[in-house]
Structure formats: C-alpha cells, structure tokens
C-alpha cells in the first residue's frame, strides 16, 4: 500500500503555536524540528514541546517525523531520550555522510527504546552524502536499519557545493539525480528540498512539477501556503488517471495477457507502462482516500 508523502512540512519544535495548528492542515507529513530551526537556547523548550505534541495525538493520518540533532551534539542524545516514550512515526537524522552513520543511528534508535516501527529519515545535505547515496540507500536491505526515506538538503548542499542557487535548478540536477537513482534502486522514498521563497508561488509550482518529473515522492516545504500547490502537483490529475486506466484495462484483458505490447489510441503502449498505470492509478486512490 502507497503511503502518501507528498507534501512534508518543517515545524520549528519551539513553536507551540505552530505546532498546535498543525494538526488542521493538509501535509502529508510533519517534521516536528528540533536541529536548524531551534536556536541552541531553545532546545530543551522544543524537545519537550514536540514530545507532549506527539504524546497528546490529534494529527490523524499525518505521519509525524522528528529531527533531531546529531549525536556529536549536546542534544542528540537526550532528544533521542525523550522520544522514547511518545513514539513519532519516524526519526529524520542530520548530516549523514556514509552507511555506517546509519547503522549507528538505529542502534542508538533501540537503546533509546524507540519501538522498531519508528522508521529511520537521513538527510542528504553533504557532497559525501551524494557520492555515498548507492551504499547509504543500500543499507534499507537490512530490517535492523530501518531505512525509508532519503531527504535532500537542498540548502546545505548548495552551501557545501558553493552552487549558485538559480532558476531551473540546473548546477543541482546532477545531484539530485544521483540521490533519486540511489532510492529507486533499493525501494526507499525520496523527498526534494525546500524552496526559499515563499512568496514566488509560480516558482514554486514549478520547482514542484520538476521534482515529480525527476521522480521525487515529494517535497520538503517550509510554510503550511505551499502545501496545496505541492499536493496538486504530485498528485496524479484527472487526464493521467484516465489515460492509466485504459492501460491497465486494456493489458488486463484475457485476450492480451500474453502479449508484451499493445496499441492504445495509436500508439504503442508496453507491459511495463502498464505498471507504471498501476502506480499511477494507487496513488490517486491513496490521494482521494486523503481528502
């Protein structure tokens, strides 16, 4: 069953407000922050507001993840601590370079008591985290990795990259390609990053149609105003719903179970587009389930 991560929103854990409100909206999931977007003096404030949001409920079917802060911080090990008990859904984990940092992250994910359903996020935000995408996305083959999601770290990446950030995203592109290959070769999700300019909305919507394009699950966003846009945008609209259909409607005839190719309104059509229908077809299923 497709699990819908198409819309992901950044919460600064510090803020009650926004936390609160959270649970209204349309995300897709919730990343319930306590590393970037908390300033070191509010860490301990964050850390326990987002342990009481978890504790407390009411989100619904929003997957809630937490990041937290790297372990060789004074506060990775106590956030870790405190999630012990509320259980998030999963743990997005910073800067990760090579496959060992993931196995050491869910070893230290069980001694902090977090049940084995608590799914591991790693962020892709350093050169060596791309150059290492294949082996870090490789270590979702073992259960005790808990691996499912790569996240991209558009900012961090750019910064360590010294990439101008410019329309098109085109110094990135290779990058982010690497990454998208690494996931679709070992079955794990893959979220693009953030878009800084909240206001562009037309920028935006098309930073989202190129992420779909390249074959991102979907986006990281940093305010609830880009959520609609993006859900729309990795949401299967009604054209592309139809035209699947007739696909697989037409490969799941008797007559055409053994043939490899067939002619659907002039052109042709192979099983393995038939798939790709299928996809398409669960996962508008799984948005109208959403609404």
């Known amino acids: 069953m497709i699990r819908l991560r198409r819309s992901v929103l950044y919460l600064p854990g510090s803020n009650a407000r926004a936390l609160e409100k959270a649970r209204t909206l349309a995300a897709d999931a919730l990343i319930l922050d306590l590393e970037d977007a908390v300033a070191p003096e509010a860490k301990e404030v964050a850390r326990a507001q987002v342990a009481a949001a978890i504790a407390a409920g009411g989100y619904g079917?929003?997957?809630?993840?937490v990041r937290v802060n790297a372990l060789d911080t004074p506060w990775g090990a106590a956030d870790l601590a405190a999630l012990g008990g509320p259980q998030p859904d999963a743990i997005l984990v910073p800067k990760i370079w090579r496959p060992d940092d993931i196995v050491t992250w869910a070893r230290r994910l069980r001694e902090a008591g977090l049940s084995e359903s608590v799914r591991l996020w790693a962020m892709m935000e350093t050169p060596l985290a791309v150059l290492n995408a294949r082996e870090i996305a490789a270590t979702a083959a073992d259960p005790l990795a808990r691996l499912d999601v790569l996240v991209m770290g558009t900012n961090d990446l750019a910064k360590e990259m010294r990439v101008r950030t410019v329309a098109g995203r085109g110094p990135m592109l290779p990058l982010l390609c690497l990454c998208?290959?690494?996931?679709?070769?070992?079955?794990?999700?893959?979220?693009?990053g953030v878009y800084n300019d909240i206001a562009d909305v037309a920028g935006f919507a098309r930073e989202c149609e190129q992420g779909r394009d390249l074959g991102f699950d979907g986006k990281t966003l940093i305010h609830p105003s880009q959520i609609n846009a993006c859900n729309r945008a990795f949401t299967p609209q009604a054209g592309e719903v139809d035209q699947a259909a007739k696909v697989v409607a037409a490969f799941d005839l008797p007559e055409n179970a053994a043939k490899g190719?067939?002619?659907?309104?002039?052109?042709m059509v192979e099983r393995l587009h038939a798939e790709t229908a299928r996809r398409v077809l669960a996962l508008a299923a799984a948005a109208a389930r959403k609404e």
């Open 261 to 267: 190719a067939l002619q659907i309104d002039g052109r």
């Open 61 to 65: 079917r929003r997957e809630l993840v």
């Open 180 to 192: 998208v290959a690494a996931a679709r070769a070992y079955g794990i999700d893959i979220l693009d």
